[in-house]
């Protein structure tokens, strides 16, 4: 069993950052690929960025790119987000996934409760 505890939402006026954090519990999380979401009010869960569990290996939706950075620590099972140059169309529930397969599968199959990020304009 793996549980997911999303932190760092908020919000913040456009052009601005926030980090989002993911404390992840389970006897091997570190093995698992994680993951950010996010579904914004009378739209469809997307995906956001994901991170592999071995040499970092990283992808990101096109509308992130150069401007959000997905990382984790797995000394202390937790992933991040990085966001910054934040835009009002950022603005949704973020949520953090996990799953023991690769990167690319869908859906995961451990996820958080989530986290508000709110962009003003």
């Known amino acids: 069993q793996v549980t997911l505890v999303e932190s760092g939402g908020g919000l913040v006026q456009a052009g601005g950052s926030l980090r989002l954090s993911c404390a992840a519990s389970g006897r091997t999380v570190r093995t698992y690929s994680m993951g950010w979401f996010r579904q914004a009010p009378g739209k469809e869960r997307e995906f956001v960025a994901a991170?592999?569990?071995?040499?970092?290996?990283?992808n990101y939706a096109d509308s992130v790119k150069g401007r959000f950075t997905i990382s984790r620590d797995n000394a202390k099972n937790t992933v991040y987000l990085q966001m910054n140059s934040l835009k009002p169309e950022d603005t949704a529930v973020y949520y953090c996934a996990a799953d023991p397969r690769s990167i690319n599968w869908r859906p995961y199959e451990y996820w958080g409760q989530g986290t508000q990020v709110t962009v003003s304009a």
């Open positions: 991170i592999s569990w071995m040499v970092g290996i990283t």
